[in-house]
């Protein structure tokens, strides 16, 4: 791949941070068998190349989905199915944090953790 090409050519090992991907969007559609989803999503795509990118600088990088499905379009939801339709198996994108109440649980998360970050901080 082009980009990580790039990145292998002008960052140094000891360069390359640490990356978070964050997601909501990783399906598109139902396939016309009605039992599949294509894979796509407008999140898909960065979320791999933050994967890849910590593949080949040996970094853990971490993905995050948010299942922002609330039923405004019809779209697979973790509250419905798990993760049927939207990962499985032969899913290169593998995700390290699912939050399946969406946004507020996130938020909440990320809150949380920035002031857990900031009383490290202060203690150190």
């Not at 990580?4 to 002008?10: A, G, P, Q, S």
């Not at 990783?26 to 294509?38: I, L, M």
């Not at 697979?76 to 049927?84: F, M, N, R, V, W």
Request: charged fraction near 30%; include cysteine; proline fraction near 2%.
């Amino acid at each position: 791949m082009e980009k990580i090409d790039l990145c292998k050519r002008t960052i140094q090992k000891e360069d390359m941070p640490l990356i978070v991907g964050v997601g909501d969007t990783v399906t598109s559609k139902k396939n016309n068998d009605e039992k599949s989803y294509s894979r796509g999503g407008s999140d898909r795509s960065f979320l791999e190349l933050i994967q890849m990118l910590g593949n080949e600088f040996g970094i853990k990088n971490k993905i995050i989905f948010v299942d922002s499905s609330s039923g405004e379009v019809e779209r697979p939801s973790t509250k419905k199915t798990g993760l049927i339709g939207i990962s499985d198996v032969h899913d290169n994108l593998k995700f390290d944090i699912v939050f399946k109440n969406g946004p507020k649980e996130y938020i909440s998360w990320f809150i949380e953790l920035a002031n857990e970050r900031s009383n490290f901080k202060k203690n150190s």
